[in-house]
């Protein structure tokens, strides 16, 4: 099935049919398996052979889920997770060792931050961060001791960019393991392998569930790497349940056509925020006047779903426009089906110092959108009539 297109692949690559010759994949919710004999049962969890032993290790459900991810990515293997920091924190708590480094972007998820300055310090695991405008510091920043190379791009939530064919040469050149959150771009939009990533980790709850409805995360990447973190996984437990599993599978096979829409209307509501009084600046990334947006066209193939906005006015501006708000759910969710609105200054990033909110360009008028499905004139007229109600002067950047 090598040589079928992405949208094919999503829908019919599927687990083996049963006895029963179902057209669609059943939901298997069993904890354990049974085995033949006593050397079936030797043999398989001498892992001699390839079996479901214990959904904690894997399920025929979580395989499909997790075969499809690794086509989708052009990756060599998988494993998937309850959530999206079980698999950052797994990643990480399996690859490194007390005393090892991590050279991060700045711009990271909230709690990948509080992971990297909080938790891996008690194992002697520190970070050293760089800016997205501030690549050509990467190679001041990397020691004896550095392991991994970590960003996401787009970034969360300022939708900047990073050049991931530049990030894979510091990577292969210093010999770092090139990790990539690709949970913005998902695999139909962007492929962090072909330019040299080692890992590709998602949160699945987004974009690749896409209708809000559970909780999953998946690394994917080489065969190595991920067996070392299969078998940290096994033993701590952070596994994806086979009905949750079941419910993503089922989505990839929406999944391109549904981003596909989600940035048709994404672009469309930046190029309206372009022209309102009320707003400083717009973060899209196929918008022209975006920073990276050479570095978009080169590795993304449309510009996602999420715009970024900063609103004249402030933290004050930033909550009246979010009471305004009629249509747009207020949540910490994204890639929804459903438009949502987020300001990260008094919510997601509201625990940052305000220099370490400032330093990754979270203002306190920035407003993240994550652009659903809605018909687009109705998701632009919310955005109109909320920012109406903000009586300030922009100021133009």
């Known amino acids: 099935m090598e040589d079928l297109h992405f949208e094919t692949l999503a829908i019919r690559s599927q687990s083996e049919r049963s006895q029963f010759g179902e057209h669609s994949t059943p939901l298997y919710l069993t904890s354990s398996f049974v085995f033949d004999d006593a050397e079936d049962m030797r043999a398989s969890f001498a892992e001699e052979k390839e079996k479901n032993l214990y959904s904690r290790f894997t399920n025929p459900n979580t395989t499909e889920f997790v075969n499809k991810m690794v086509t989708m990515e052009h990756a060599e293997a998988g494993y998937a997770f309850a959530t999206g920091m079980a698999a950052v924190f797994s990643t990480f708590g399996a690859l490194l060792n007390a005393g090892d480094h991590i050279v ?21 695991i520190e970070t050293s961060y760089f ?19 970590y960003a996401e791009t787009p970034t969360n939530p300022g939708v900047d960019l990073l050049d991931l064919e530049l990030l894979g040469r510091l990577a292969k050149k210093h010999n770092l393991l090139l990790v990539i959150d690709n949970c913005f771009a998902t695999p139909y939009l962007q492929n ?52 949750n599993a079941w419910v993503l599978s089922k989505s990839l096979e929406t999944l391109a056509i549904r981003v596909e829409k989600h940035c048709e209307n994404a672009l469309k509501v930046a190029e309206f925020l372009e022209t309102q009084a ?81 330093e990754v360009k979270i203002t306190d008028g920035l407003v993240r959108v994550s652009v659903g499905l809605e018909h687009v004139s109705d998701i632009i007229a919310d955005l109109k009539q909320a920012l109406a109600t903000i009586k300030v002067q922009a100021k133009k950047q």
């Not at 991060?104 to 002697?124: A, I």
């Not at 999420?306 to 207020?330: T, Y």
């Open 104 to 124: 991060s972007c700045r711009s990271v998820f909230g709690s990948t931050h509080t992971l990297f300055t909080k938790y891996l310090p008690k194992w002697q």
């Open 131 to 149: 800016n997205v405008s501030e690549l050509d510091k990467i190679e001041s920043l990397i020691q004896a001791n550095t392991k991994i190379l």
């Open 192 to 243: 962090p392998i072909d330019f040299g990533a080692d890992l590709v980790i998602h949160s699945a709850t987004k974009l690749i569930d896409g209708q809000g409805r559970v909780l999953g995360g998946v690394v994917v990447g080489k065969k190595a790497l991920v067996k070392e973190i299969y078998l940290f996984s096994r033993n701590t437990g952070p596994a994806m349940s086979p009905f």
């Open 278 to 358: 009320q707003v400083n600046f717009v973060r899209y990334p196929f918008l022209i006047s975006h920073p990276q947006y050479k570095i978009a066209k080169k590795q993304m193939k449309l510009g996602g779903s999420i715009v970024a906005f900063e609103l004249a006015g402030g933290l004050s501006a930033g909550r009246q426009f979010l009471n305004a708000l009629k249509l747009c759910s207020l949540s910490a969710n994204l890639g929804d089906t459903r438009s949502i609105v987020t300001h990260p200054a008094s919510t997601t990033h509201s625990k940052l110092a305000e220099a370490d909110r400032l």
